[in-house]
């Protein structure tokens, strides 16, 4: 009765831990959750009628004009034309495993990596080849070696402030990663929706704008900067590539909701724009150093981090050789919810890692639930 694509089709483990973390009473570092206090009122005032009719596919002209105004500052000099508004930038991970992805078509991930890439891609048959990650970027002698040997049809990468590792690649890094993809002619799919997000000194020039040959689409969002409700995000691409995600585009939901569009080009437009960017920043950034203090405090015999630069999450990895998937009930039993590594590989393995979120809960319930998740841990080890 089904598709065969279905057997495919994984459950989403953070959809999951998410129902369960956010009851009331629950300390979440589990989802990648923007704080309610942070995100900005929508205005719908002035919202003209002629917005509730079927509009254009590749969205609307004054929204795609404000983003490519906005690649362009950011050193990815595009117009209008290269830039289609997409219902949340997952959906352009969809899109693309359509355009890119048969049965078996191997496509090259970082390890760890965004699960919902994963899940997308698998779906559509993907056979991945994964990149272990340094804290510079990706192991540059295993991605040489791979795009040689396994011949991927595209990479997919996160190179500013990593989900789930935190991870921004350097300047070298991006370079090197660019001359490789334009050697090796394999198509890079960069998502950056923490860019914006930044709280130390760091490259952050998107790596497509130092690609000479290589096709590139590059995805971004307003889900972390905004309002993750609103599902409005967007892809940049390679002009070669527009004609096939535009039709791919109508056939999925024809357009993305135009009310949508133009609150959030309204809110990007305004005056209040840059002073809520840099105030959301300095909220994270208090917030990341609250975490990074408490598991100093907490964590300094349990795991290794590095403190992330940008984004919304600490990548701990335990000094301990256990599965981190084990902890998560007694974490949850103690009222405090964490992603454990493990769904983070695009292939099977143990993870002794876990991802916490720093942008959603209050300061002071940060350094209770590390404090929690700490006990727990060493709870489990001495059982
Ligand atoms: N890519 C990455 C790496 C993400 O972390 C997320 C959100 N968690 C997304 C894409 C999806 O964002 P959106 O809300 O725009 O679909």
């Given at each position: 009765m089904f598709s065969e694509r279905l057997s495919r089709l994984q459950g989403s483990l953070v959809r999951e831990i998410l129902a369960v973390a956010n009851q009331p009473d629950m300390i979440s570092f589990a989802g990648g959750l923007p704080a309610p206090e942070a995100m900005p009122k929508l205005d719908f005032n002035g919202l003209p009628d002629g917005l509730s009719q079927y509009g254009p596919s590749e969205g609307e002209k004054w929204l795609r004009e404000a983003v490519a105004a906005e690649m362009s500052k950011n050193g990815?000099?595009?117009?209008?034309?290269n830039v289609l508004i997409l219902t949340g930038s997952q959906q352009g991970l969809d899109l693309a495993a359509k355009l890119f992805v048969d049965h078996d078509t191997p496509v090259l991930v970082e390890a760890p990596t965004f699960l919902a890439a994963v899940q997308c891609f698998s779906l559509f048959g993907a056979r991945f080849v994964e990149v272990g990650l340094t804290p510079n970027g990706p192991d540059l002698e295993e991605l040489e070696r791979k795009l040689k040997s396994e011949k991927p049809r595209f990479a997919y990468l996160i190179p500013t402030f990593q989900n789930p590792s935190g991870v921004c690649y350097d300047e070298a890094t991006r370079q090197r990663v660019a001359d490789l993809f334009d050697e090796h002619n394999v198509v890079l799919l960069e998502d950056e929706p923490y860019r914006e997000l930044v709280y130390d000194q760091c490259d952050r020039a998107p790596i497509c704008s130092r690609l000479k040959s290589a096709p590139w689409v590059h995805f971004g969002t307003f889900s972390k900067t905004a309002i993750p409700g609103l599902r409005v995000a967007y892809l940049a691409c390679h002009p070669s590539l527009m004609p096939h995600f535009y039709k791919l585009k109508q056939a999925a939901d024809l357009h993305t909701n135009r009310q949508g569009q133009w609150a959030m080009h309204k809110l990007l437009t305004s005056a209040e724009y840059p002073a809520h960017i840099a105030r959301l920043r300095d909220f994270y950034h208090q917030k990341r150093d609250i975490m990074a203090a408490a598991l100093d405090k907490h964590f300094h015999d349990l795991a290794d981090w590095t403190v992330p630069p940008g984004g919304l999450f600490f990548w701990l990895k335990l000094k301990a050789d256990i599965d981190s998937y084990g902890l998560l009930q007694p974490a949850l039993d103690r009222k405090v919810a964490f992603m454990p590594g493990k769904p983070f590989y695009a292939t099977d393995r143990v993870s002794n890692e876990l991802r916490l979120n720093f942008s959603h809960a209050s300061p002071d319930k940060i350094e209770e639930g590390v404090k929690t998740l700490a006990e727990v841990i060493r709870a489990h080890l001495s059982a």
């Amino acid at each position: 009765m089904f598709s065969e694509r279905l057997s495919r089709l994984q459950g989403s483990l953070v959809r999951e831990i998410l129902a369960v973390a956010n009851q009331p009473d629950m300390i979440s570092f589990a989802g990648g959750l923007p704080a309610p206090e942070a995100m900005p009122k929508l205005d719908f005032n002035g919202l003209p009628d002629g917005l509730s009719q079927y509009g254009p596919s590749e969205g609307e002209k004054w929204l795609r004009e404000a983003v490519a105004a906005e690649m362009s500052k950011n050193g990815v000099p595009v117009t209008a034309d290269n830039v289609l508004i997409l219902t949340g930038s997952q959906q352009g991970l969809d899109l693309a495993a359509k355009l890119f992805v048969d049965h078996d078509t191997p496509v090259l991930v970082e390890a760890p990596t965004f699960l919902a890439a994963v899940q997308c891609f698998s779906l559509f048959g993907a056979r991945f080849v994964e990149v272990g990650l340094t804290p510079n970027g990706p192991d540059l002698e295993e991605l040489e070696r791979k795009l040689k040997s396994e011949k991927p049809r595209f990479a997919y990468l996160i190179p500013t402030f990593q989900n789930p590792s935190g991870v921004c690649y350097d300047e070298a890094t991006r370079q090197r990663v660019a001359d490789l993809f334009d050697e090796h002619n394999v198509v890079l799919l960069e998502d950056e929706p923490y860019r914006e997000l930044v709280y130390d000194q760091c490259d952050r020039a998107p790596i497509c704008s130092r690609l000479k040959s290589a096709p590139w689409v590059h995805f971004g969002t307003f889900s972390k900067t905004a309002i993750p409700g609103l599902r409005v995000a967007y892809l940049a691409c390679h002009p070669s590539l527009m004609p096939h995600f535009y039709k791919l585009k109508q056939a999925a939901d024809l357009h993305t909701n135009r009310q949508g569009q133009w609150a959030m080009h309204k809110l990007l437009t305004s005056a209040e724009y840059p002073a809520h960017i840099a105030r959301l920043r300095d909220f994270y950034h208090q917030k990341r150093d609250i975490m990074a203090a408490a598991l100093d405090k907490h964590f300094h015999d349990l795991a290794d981090w590095t403190v992330p630069p940008g984004g919304l999450f600490f990548w701990l990895k335990l000094k301990a050789d256990i599965d981190s998937y084990g902890l998560l009930q007694p974490a949850l039993d103690r009222k405090v919810a964490f992603m454990p590594g493990k769904p983070f590989y695009a292939t099977d393995r143990v993870s002794n890692e876990l991802r916490l979120n720093f942008s959603h809960a209050s300061p002071d319930k940060i350094e209770e639930g590390v404090k929690t998740l700490a006990e727990v841990i060493r709870a489990h080890l001495s059982a």
